[in-house]
């Protein structure tokens, strides 16, 4: 357990899973997951590289955040609410 919790401590992994679901639950999966390979390409451009584990987490992240809206729109009908 403790190496799994360590590993989540490596570059802020447990902010991306975090922060991809807060978004995800605001904004919709589609954008969170172009906001991830946005991030993701911006380190790229400043020098560092590509971490597809940060951007894995992050989808990760924005499907439980879907899975919640839609439990909240079927759960109380809230049709306007897209994905």
């Not at 589609?30 to 400043?46: L, P, S």
């Not at 992240?61 to 809206?69: E, K, S």
Request: hydrophobic share 55%; charged share 15%.
């Amino acid at each position: 357990m403790k190496k799994l919790i360590n590993w989540f401590k490596q570059s802020n992994r447990w902010k991306h899973l975090v922060y991809g679901f807060l978004v995800s639950l605001v904004a919709g999966f589609a954008f969170t997951c172009g906001a991830a390979a946005g991030m993701e390409f911006k380190d790229n451009q400043w020098g560092g590289k590509w971490d597809w584990i940060d951007f894995w987490l992050t989808v990760a992240g924005a499907w439980f955040g879907l899975m919640i809206r839609m439990l909240l729109k079927n759960l109380f009908n809230l049709y306007w609410l897209c994905l």
